[in-house]
């Protein structure tokens, strides 16, 4: 059963249901009913057990094959299909990496602006990057402003 596979994990770890369910944002009293049957597990939470710990979501879901996953994804299609990524995210992806060091460097800029919220907090990588920071977030090189 579900419930008795996740118990299976958590102890293959050597968690207490509180780590355990730290890891997966959930309470340890969360996963103590979930192990004990009292709670079922949500197809988001089954998602999270598996990429946090590398579980086969098909050993999870239903016991079939083996526990963990061989191996994490090695191209874009893989990375795409382990991470649930749409055909925008792909791109993006892919239009990164072929990005030379110091475009990358501007668009890591711009993330961490945008995380943060707080352009004093942002790190400044050169004396042009706050230009770089702007284009990037113009879109090519028309002048137009990326709409979203």
């Given amino acids: 059963m579900l419930n008795t ?22 309470t340890g009293a969360g996963i103590s009913k979930i192990e004990s049957g009292q709670r ?13 710990f590398n579980i ?6 239903h016991g079939d094959g083996e526990i963990f996953r061989q191996k994490l994804p090695t191209g874009i299609e893989q990375l795409a299909e382990y991470y649930q990524l ?7 992806i892919n239009e990164y990496s072929m990005l030379d060091e110091r475009k990358r460097k501007v668009i890591k800029e711009y993330i961490m602006r945008i995380a943060y919220g707080n ?11 706050e230009n770089e920071v702007l284009k990037c977030a ?3 090189d ?5 709409t979203g």
């Fill in 5 to 26: 596979r996740v118990k299976y994990i958590r102890k293959n770890f050597n968690m207490s249901q509180e780590t355990f369910g730290n890891k997966l944002g959930v």
């Fill in 40 to 52: 079922s597990v949500t197809d988001q939470m089954i998602l999270m057990i598996c990429k946090e």
């Fill in 56 to 61: 086969n979501e098909n050993w999870l879901r």
């Fill in 86 to 92: 749409d055909e925008l995210d792909k791109r993006i």
């Fill in 119 to 129: 352009h004093n907090n942002a790190v400044i990588l050169d004396g042009d990057v």
């Fill in 138 to 140: 113009e879109g090519p």
């Fill in 142 to 146: 028309t002048g137009e402003k990326y």
